[in-house]
């Protein structure tokens, strides 16, 4: 019988201590590995989108799950502020749950991916599986 390779698309990963998410929030693991809402955050690294909601607010660290779907092939709006046509093929970082920017304008670099395509000064679509920029966690 030949192999088969199965395309998983999600995964349950831990949610950090007295934390609540919404479905499609945008996550990444902190510097201990646990998931938490994107931000601007040192030693984290971008994880993908949560399909539902999950809330840890009562638990400690791993003790919920929730169902984060990879960044493979995957492509999402972000708001964004003074985006041009400039910033297309560019690494953006994020500025908070829902905002991205230019490296430069960001302090801990948490690389979300590359801008595919500027809809206007305020909205970008980008190719989150695109992350060649990724800075190593500290």
């Known amino acids: 019988m030949p192999n088969s390779l199965v395309l998983v698309r999600s995964f349950p990963l831990p949610l950090a201590a007295s934390l609540a998410l ?25 994880a ?54 230019l490296a430069a304008t960001t302090t801990n670099d948490v690389c979300v991916g590359r801008c595919w395509y500027c809809e206007s000064a305020t909205s970008v679509i980008v190719n989150t599986a695109d992350r060649a920029a990724l800075p190593s966690p500290a």
């Open 22 to 46: 919404s479905a499609e929030d945008h996550v990444m693991f902190n510097s201990a590995g646990d998931l938490v809402l994107l931000a601007d955050t040192s030693g984290a690294v971008y």
């Open 48 to 101: 993908g989108q949560l399909e539902q909601d999950a809330d840890n607010s009562a638990g400690i660290a791993g003790a919920v799950n929730g169902n984060v779907r990879a960044p493979a092939g995957e492509y999402h709006r972000f708001v964004a502020s003074g985006a041009s046509k400039a910033w297309h093929g560019k690494s953006l970082f994020a500025v908070n749950g829902t905002t991205l920017a």
